[in-house]
């Protein structure tokens, strides 16, 4: 798929892939030399395109991947080193991370993640906030604070929401790390490819999503993640709700 309008900033490269009825954005993590290691100027970044692409509607769908060798290999541990107030540092970075994950299932568009290499703490969060997540054979995902002497706090939600508990415990008391097969296995991700194919398959499911009807795929997504906390029959009713709001016969 041919990509225009490339923008490239230090920390993150955006490019537009033109499909029918729109776009598709992709957004590049571009700190290769940091394993893609998101400290507070490419998190902030992130937050900027994220809230940018509600107010575009011509952006129909959304590609996040990684330069480099790696995904992204959470958050930057030197960052802070010489800062004069370490802890209010990282409390800023650790909030902007937090809007960044929660906006993206709030996000008008939907988003695939192009996975590859080491998806670790803040890395793994921001590959499973996607809608969809795509990973390369290399892939591994771990969150490894523990053995930095940190709790993993801030990465803790998907974990527990995504895998059974025994495991999502392990896994963040002792930093086992998931291959691409097993986070297959567990539900983790929709589908293993070669690294070569990794951005390919991305945009081809973005593109599939950008030439659908765009009101119904935002109603889908809010509906869905709305439907997630709820009771099934809550569930039956809010679906029942949202019916009788939106749909309308063909003209």
């Known amino acids: 798929m041919p990509v225009e309008n490339p923008t490239t900033t230090p920390d993150l490269i955006v490019e537009d892939a033109a499909v029918y009825g729109g776009v598709v954005r992709v957004l590049i993590l571009n700190r290769p030399r940091s394993r893609n290691a998101l400290d507070t100027a490419l ?13 575009d509607h011509a952006v129909r769908a ?3 991947a990684g330069n480099g060798a790696h995904f992204c290999a959470g958050g930057d541990l030197k960052e802070f ?5 370490p802890r209010a540092a990282m409390l800023n970075r650790a909030t902007v991370v937090a809007d960044v994950l929660q906006s993206i299932p709030d996000l008008r568009v939907p988003v695939v993640s192009a996975v590859h290499g080491a998806a ?6 921001l590959a499973l906030a996607a809608d969809m997540t795509v990973v390369g054979t290399d892939f591994s995902l771990g ?13 803790m939600a998907h974990p527990v929401h995504l895998l059974g508990r025994k495991l999502a ?6 930093g086992r790390r998931l291959t691409a097969a097993e986070a297959l296995d567990h539900g ?7 690294n070569a194919d990794l951005r390919r398959t991305a945009l081809a499911i973005a593109t599939t999503w950008a030439t659908s009807d765009a ?6 997504k809010s509906l869905f993640y709305r439907v997630t906390e709820l009771p099934f029959a809550a569930a039956i009713r809010a679906g029942l709700d949202v019916t009788g709001a939106t749909w309308q016969p063909k003209a």
Request: net charge negative.
């Open 169 to 174: 415990f392990e896994m963040l008391t002792t």
């Open 43 to 55: 998190a902030a970044t992130l937050r900027e395109q994220l809230a940018a692409i509600n107010d």
């Open 143 to 155: 969150y490894p604070e523990i053995t930095d002497g940190v709790a993993p706090a801030l990465v």
């Open 120 to 125: 670790l703490g803040a890395g793994a969060a």
């Open 188 to 194: 983790l991700v929709n589908s293993v490819v070669d």
């Open 62 to 64: 959304l590609v996040i």
């Open 81 to 85: 080193d010489s800062h004069a107030t």
């Open 215 to 220: 009101q119904a795929l935002q109603t889908t």
